[in-house]
């Protein structure tokens, strides 16, 4: 009942901005909290940054003060900006939903980051 599609990944230099955007569909008033997880090869995916639907955020230490997660309700779009990245930022990066009374998990189909001079 909710669908997410990312997208916005590429190749950037070390020191780089990318933006990642996700966009919802379905039951939406639904959506209990929005994520950006992050998965490197032979690595567990790890969750980078949340955003509830109070508006409240959480980030991961490894990103704090590089990364903003946002929302913009009229496009039904979650972003991810990321500013001075570096080589150990490059992963596979999926957003995610959690939505319903039970929390039920929707996730994305990942969108690649390469960071890389």
């Known amino acids: 009942q909710v669908q997410l599609v990312e997208s916005g990944g590429g190749l950037v230099q070390p020191g780089g901005s990318l933006s990642l955007s996700c966009v919802v569909s379905g039951s939406i008033s639904n959506i209990n909290a929005m994520g950006w997880y992050r998965q490197a090869p032979g690595k567990q995916r790890e969750a980078v940054a949340a955003?509830?639907?109070?508006?409240?955020?959480y980030y991961a230490d490894s990103v704090k003060g590089r990364f903003t997660i946002s929302r913009d309700n009229a496009k039904n779009t979650v972003y991810l900006q990321m500013n001075s990245l570096k080589p150990e930022d490059a992963a596979v990066y999926f957003c995610n939903a959690n939505w319903g009374n039970a929390g039920t998990l929707t996730w994305g189909q990942g969108t690649q980051v390469t960071v890389s001079s």
């Open positions: 955003i509830r639907k109070s508006g409240s955020t």
